[in-house]
């Protein structure tokens, strides 16, 4: 695959030219940049993969089917597996040029649930760090030809004042100040960096299946820790509360909003008028996969936020005849597959239980910490309460705000507000902008479902930052004629 068709002095400065297969993907294959002078932040199509890619690109995803299995085995094999993740975040930014680096960090922001769960010894916000380390890399290779982003970087700077009154709360010292810093900065962090590198590119089609294809891979590996869990449960039983037992262990309410993001890529690339046969057939198969294992952690985040993506996605990508086609074939096979098979099946393996527990729309508590948190700020308009300093604030409690926009206000003040106002920016401008109606619904589809996700989950995982910076990627072009000459 050719990237960057731009001189060889200009490719020098910017830090190109290399040749590197992706060795935790056989999806891509990033070859050298060559001569001629065109926009250098578009990603040029590949030529059509051979039967031989597609084994190995279904091998990859075989692949992260059977770690799930070590991984239930031995923790030891976690820590290892994010060792190895991080020499990859170093080797991409030596060696892979744009679309490689983008597809290493979508890969390095689906693995933070899969290391909590399976206790990988690591530092607990590493996805975040590598996420924001391999994008902000990204922008060094760049060098000069990288551009600013306003609003990402007025979002980020927005946050940084209150972390005044987190040093005057904390004067015993850094170490105090570490934790709450990384627990709450580190998701924002992620989502500027990621807003700010993927500003810079230019996709096709193709590509984008490839960032889809990074992250649906330990995101597969996920759903299979815990149907595996599930199926090795003894004495399980379901209430109205979340199953730590059906999540592998772990929070439910993380993993379930990991799988329904699986969940939305996978129909995606489901819908998507040029995929292959089989990976439209895959994709496919993925969605319902995906779907049972988040509805069975009883947690009902994940498949809310997947619903509320994909219905206002679908809206605007009917208005483009090609994917109406697969959009309305996709949908409907899924819908009878759901109510036919999936949906009396669950009733029946949970007693019941989980219509009762989706029936129920109530927030949680979520609404008590919210009106603590406008009450917070009202006391506290202009700094807040600084980084998780409402955290031991609101009455009668100590409870993290799983709401981001309500702790942007209680410990950012003002300047939260300042913060949200750039969120709302970068969706409006990017989702308005003149553009085709399947790239207006690919924006949509990720800044929805980022939004909604901080709305019940905060930023606790490093995927929502990166999801909502794909709808901030310049634009989705064509690929190259294959009459073209190709240039070396």
């Known amino acids: 695959m050719r990237f960057f068709r731009r001189s060889g002095s200009q490719a020098r400065k910017a830090g190109f030219g290399f040749e590197q297969s992706l060795p935790f993907c056989p999806l891509m294959e990033i070859q050298p940049a060559g001569a001629g002078t065109v926009d250098p932040f578009i990603v040029q199509r590949p030529r059509l993969a051979s039967r031989g890619n597609s084994i190995a690109a279904i091998g990859f995803f075989a692949a992260h089917s059977l770690l799930a299995v070590l991984l239930r085995q031995d923790p030891s094999v976690a820590t290892a597996h994010a060792i190895l993740t991080c020499a990859v975040a170093v080797w991409a930014l030596l060696q892979w040029n744009t679309l490689g680096i983008a597809c290493a960090a979508s890969y390095m922001a689906g693995t933070d649930v899969l290391w909590r769960m399976t206790g990988a010894h690591v530092p607990?916000?590493?996805?975040?760090?590598?996420?924001?380390?391999?994008?902000?890399?990204?922008?060094?290779?760049?060098?000069?030809?990288?551009?600013?982003?306003?609003?990402?970087?007025?979002?980020?700077?927005?946050?940084?004042?209150?972390?005044?009154?987190?040093?005057?709360?904390?004067?015993?010292g850094l170490r105090e100040v570490a934790q709450p810093l990384s627990f709450n900065l580190s998701g924002p962090l992620s989502l500027f960096a990621g807003v700010w590198y993927m500003s810079q590119l230019r996709l096709t089609r193709h590509d984008v299946r490839k960032l889809l294809g990074s992250m649906i891979a330990p995101l597969l590996t996920i759903a299979v820790i815990t149907a595996l869990t599930t199926s090795a449960a003894t004495g399980l039983t379901f209430t109205d509360e979340s199953s730590a037992a059906t999540s592998g262990g772990f929070g439910p309410n993380q993993v379930s909003l990991a799988l329904g993001l699986g969940a939305l890529l996978s129909f995606i690339i489901a819908v998507d008028p040029e995929a292959k046969a089989w990976q439209r057939l895959g994709a496919l198969i993925l969605v319902p996969f995906f779907g049972v294992q988040s509805a069975l952690t009883f947690s009902r985040g994940g498949l809310y936020s997947f619903a509320f993506a994909f219905v206002m996605a679908a809206l605007v990508s009917w208005q483009d005849p090609n994917t109406r086609k697969w959009l309305a074939i996709s949908t409907g096979v899924l819908t009878l597959i759901t109510a036919m098979l999936i949906v009396p099946r669950l009733e029946k393996f949970t007693g019941g239980a989980l219509s009762v527990r989706f029936a129920d729309t109530g927030p949680t508590n979520r609404d008590i910490i919210v009106r603590e948190d406008l009450r917070l700020w009202s006391e506290h308009p202009i700094l807040g309460l600084g980084p998780g300093g409402a955290s031991f604030q609101r009455r009668g409690q100590s409870t993290l705000a799983h709401t981001e926009y309500s702790r942007l206000l209680s410990e950012h003040g003002l300047f939260g507000v300042i913060a949200l106002a750039a969120l709302l920016s970068l969706c409006v401008t990017n989702v308005l902008k003149r553009q085709s109606a399947d790239e207006r619904a690919l924006r949509v589809a990720a800044m929805l479902w980022s939004l909604a996700s901080m709305l019940h989950v905060g930023m606790r995982i490093a995927a929502i930052g990166l999801v909502f910076s794909w709808g901030c990627m310049k634009s989705l072009r064509e690929p190259v004629s294959a009459s073209a000459p190709e240039i070396r």
Request: proline residues 2%.
């Open 124 to 172: 607990w916000e590493l996805s975040k760090y590598l996420v924001a380390l391999v994008c902000l890399g990204g922008i060094v290779r760049l060098g000069r030809a990288a551009r600013w982003n306003a609003m990402a970087l007025t979002y980020i700077l927005a946050l940084l004042p209150s972390i005044v009154v987190l040093l005057e709360t904390y004067r015993g």
